[in-house]
């Protein structure tokens, strides 16, 4: 397994330091690991494309200031495009860029792994979440 990736200087999204071999996780978790990223990114790999209020209503208990600002990091990062389809009323929608759908592979087994190893909460107090 090669330690890099073939991928242009101008779309990596972050610089790991070489030599350490946990630094390339790490550095992807930085990415993505924030506590709502993945899941924005799940929601919009499931619909492909989602206004703010339809993004916030897939994505659940999230504010709208989290998720604004969990978007604007996303977009930042090159993961999200955000288009503004209408002007009056304003209308914006949210995808994936093609960096963003590559992480499909990830969410996937992330999904998985969680309908594996983890169960839904009785009640509230149960919740790791």
Known sequence: MSD??????????????????WCAV????EVIGKKWHPVIVHRLLQREALRF??????????????????????????????EIVSEKPVAVEYSLTEQGQSLEPVIASL???GKTYLQPADDE?????
């Open 53 to 82: 209020n339809e993004l916030s209503e897939a994505v659940g208990v999230v504010t709208n200031k989290m998720l604004s600002q969990s978007l604007d990091d996303l977009e930042e990062k090159g993961l999200v495009d955000r």
């Open 4 to 21: 890099t990736a073939d991928v242009a200087e101008d779309e990596c999204l972050a610089v790991w330091c070489a030599g350490d071999d």
């Open 125 to 129: 107090a149960e919740s790791v979440c």
């Open 26 to 29: 790490t550095c992807a978790m």
């Open 111 to 113: 999904e998985e792994w």
